[in-house]
């Protein structure tokens, strides 16, 4: 998150803690490991009308592998079995708007520094 913070001005380590611990949510918390090494963790949060990606963070040693598109498959699978859409939001001007939009997400709106997403399974 810092690169997308400090590409648009705002990283500040002490808010950017913060925020993340005010969301935070151990059962809706997954590692993403690869051979016993910790490469990545997501907030998947079940919540009554859809499933909020809340977190999606992958060393950038790592990216470009696939793993965030099997992190996505597994989200949308989840999200099919309860015929509920997922949502995300997006810092603007990080890499990772482009991804979400190549997995199939929409914009449903953007504000001064986040973009809001959403994936409708096919049912």
Do not use: W
């Not at 500040?12 to 151990?26: I, K, Q, Y």
């Not at 590692?31 to 090494?37: A, F, L, N, S």
């Amino acid at each position: 998150m810092r690169p997308s913070l400090e590409a648009v001005g705002r990283f500040d380590p002490e808010r950017a803690r913060n925020r993340f611990l005010e969301g935070f949510s151990a059962e809706a918390t997954c590692k993403i490991e690869r051979d016993g090494i910790l490469i990545g963790f997501f907030v998947m949060k079940d919540c009554e009308d859809h499933i909020f990606l809340d977190h999606l963070y992958v060393s950038p040693t790592e990216q470009g592998y696939g793993v965030g598109g099997e992190v996505i498959a597994h989200v949308k699978a989840r999200a099919s079995e309860r015929n509920v859409p997922v949502r995300l939001c997006a810092l603007n001007k990080s890499k990772a708007n482009g991804f979400y939009v190549q997995q199939g997400f929409s914009v449903k709106r953007v504000e001064e520094l986040d973009s809001y997403y959403e994936y409708v399974p096919q049912v």
